[in-house]
């Protein structure tokens, strides 16, 4: 069984339109992590967001917002007001285990988001 | 400062050949990962390393051959690679922590895209 699923191969927006990118994971352990990573078509993988499993409230990083829903094994992305710059592939990760920073990632397929002006 | 360097940008090599991946990082973090990414799939864990000591191995061949320096350099030595082993490695860095927190968010290089004739 897959780890993390994203259920959007790709994406059309509209410039200055909200986005939502879906995540959902599957994991037993009580602590994990989870993050969001944009990779341009350069390759780089840029870090957006991250959501900590005893986290309460959903994280925030200026237009960037996880939709956090514990119950659900839910974690979407949120970009408000999307920019030309936003296109590209977004993917959603995991971290599971006890936590300590030396745990590696598993990654969803990824959702290609394109931006139209 | 979040900065991941890796070197070098582009890589062709024959069958024969050894060569070397290197990446490095000066944020004090004590957790290094390799990860390989073919094209228009997610990246996948290679190696991790931990304060300097190998603590993941994801079942990689012998030909992939990992090393850590020092704290802040971490190597990917090649030998006699296939043309499936074309692919974009990425290396990324962590803090160390102990119960996870944002402190666990690997931050990532540029990649080596890697071609194998």
């Known amino acids: 069984a897959q780890k993390i699923t994203q259920t959007q191969p790709g994406m059309f927006v509209q410039e200055k339109e909200a986005v939502t990118l879906d995540c959902t994971y599957d994991?037993?352990?009580?602590?994990?992590?989870l993050f969001w990573y944009k990779q341009p078509s350069s390759g780089e993988m840029i870090f957006l967001i991250y959501?900590?499993?005893?986290?309460?409230q959903n994280a925030t990083e200026g237009r960037y917002s996880l939709n956090f829903q514990k119950a659900r094994k839910s974690a979407n992305l949120v970009i408000s007001a999307s920019q030309l710059g936003d296109s590209a592939m977004y993917f959603c990760?995991?971290?599971?285990?006890?936590?300590?920073?030396?745990?590696?990632?598993?990654f969803g397929k990824g959702t290609h988001l394109i931006i139209q002006p | 400062d979040t900065e991941v360097t890796q070197t070098p940008k582009h890589l062709v090599m024959g069958m024969t050949n050894k060569k070397s991946l290197k990446c490095e990082q000066h944020?004090?973090?004590?957790?290094m990962y390799w990860y390989k990414q073919k094209a228009k799939k997610p990246p996948e864990l290679m190696f991790v390393?931990?304060?300097?000591?190998?603590?993941i191995n994801e079942s990689v061949p012998s030909r992939f051959s990992p090393e850590c320096p020092n704290s802040s350099l971490l190597n990917l030595h090649l030998h006699a690679l296939q043309p499936e082993d074309s692919a974009l490695y990425l290396c990324?860095?962590?803090?160390?922590?102990?119960?996870?927190?944002?402190?666990?968010?690997?931050?990532f290089g540029p990649g080596t895209r890697l071609l194998v004739l």
């Open positions: 390393y931990s304060y300097e000591k190998l603590s």
């Open positions: 959501q900590g499993s005893y986290d309460e």
């Open positions: 990760a995991m971290r599971e285990g006890p936590g300590g920073g030396a745990d590696g990632l598993t």
């Open positions: 944020m004090g973090h004590r957790a």
């Open positions: 990324a860095s962590s803090q160390e922590t102990v119960a996870g927190g944002p402190g666990e968010t690997q931050y």
């Open positions: 994991t037993s352990d009580q602590s994990y992590g």
